[in-house]
Antibody, heavy 114, light 104 residues
Framework: EVQLVQSGAEVKKPGESLKISCKGS????????IGWVRQMPGKGLEWMGI????????RYSPSFQGQVTISVDTSLNTAYLQWSSLKASDTAMYYC?????????WGRGTLVTV | SSVLTQPPSVSVAPGETARITCGGN??????VHWYRQKPGQAPILVIY???DRPSGIPERFSGSNSGNTATLTISRVEAGDEADYYC???????FGGGTKLTVL
């Protein structure tokens, strides 16, 4: 089955670090882009950044540059989003999405509560 | 990064046609994608590269893009189309602010 499986909900304290994951299966993970999208409670979608699984080429939204780190482990078909020091304002649902020109595959989201 | 402007809400009666716009500077020169998000669910792609439909998306969904406006058109609107709709430009990644489609 073609799918992205995200790690479970997290409850953290301000200042703590966090790394959430997104595992792809059923498609060519190494030749697709994986993006991370934030959705704060009751708000719209915000593009955080994107990574190309094949060569780890990574691009960040200016709004999130320096605030988060996106990485990928192609041996595990898994992408990651991490924070070194969480803030209360990081409370949101985080989606990963995959595609090669559009996000045609989405994970179910990871709820992060700080 | 570009700014994409969508109307906050659009309301239509069942069977009518809904048009949701996405405004941006010279957006017609860019590839625009559209996503639908129902409450409590992840978004799904409904239109990509301005006009193409993924498999499983009804022919009632169509898109256009010219000048400073891209448009998602939903014909013969059904109650099940009620959702939030977002446009996106791939090369900048930016999403529009979203439009809540209400079926009266």
């Amino acid at each position: 089955e073609v799918q992205l499986v995200q790690s479970g909900a997290e409850v953290k304290k301000p200042g703590e670090s966090l790394k959430i994951s997104c595992k792809g299966s059923g498609y060519s993970f190494a030749s697709s882009w994986i993006g991370w999208v934030r959705q704060m409670p009751g708000k719209g979608l915000e593009w955080m950044g994107i990574i190309y699984s094949g060569d780890s080429d990574t691009r960040y939204s200016p709004s999130f540059q320096g605030q988060v780190t996106i990485s990928v482990d192609t041996s595990l078909n898994t992408a990651y989003l991490q924070w070194s020091s969480l803030k209360a304002s990081d409370t949101a649902m985080y989606y990963c999405a995959a595609g090669s020109g559009a996000f045609d595959l989405w994970g179910r989201g990871t709820l992060v509560t700080v | 990064s570009s700014v994409l402007t969508q109307p906050p809400s659009v309301s239509v009666a069942p069977g009518e046609t809904a048009r949701i716009t996405c405004g941006g500077n010279n957006i017609g020169s860019k590839s625009v994608h559209w996503y639908r998000q129902k409450p409590g669910q992840a978004p799904i792609l409904v239109i990509y590269y301005d006009t193409d439909r993924p498999s499983g998306i009804p022919e009632r969904f169509s898109g256009s893009n010219s000048g400073n406006t891209a448009t998602l058109t939903i014909s013969r609107v059904e109650a099940g189309d009620e959702a939030d709709y977002y446009c996106q430009v791939w090369d900048s990644g930016v999403f529009g602010g979203g439009t809540k489609l209400t079926v009266l």
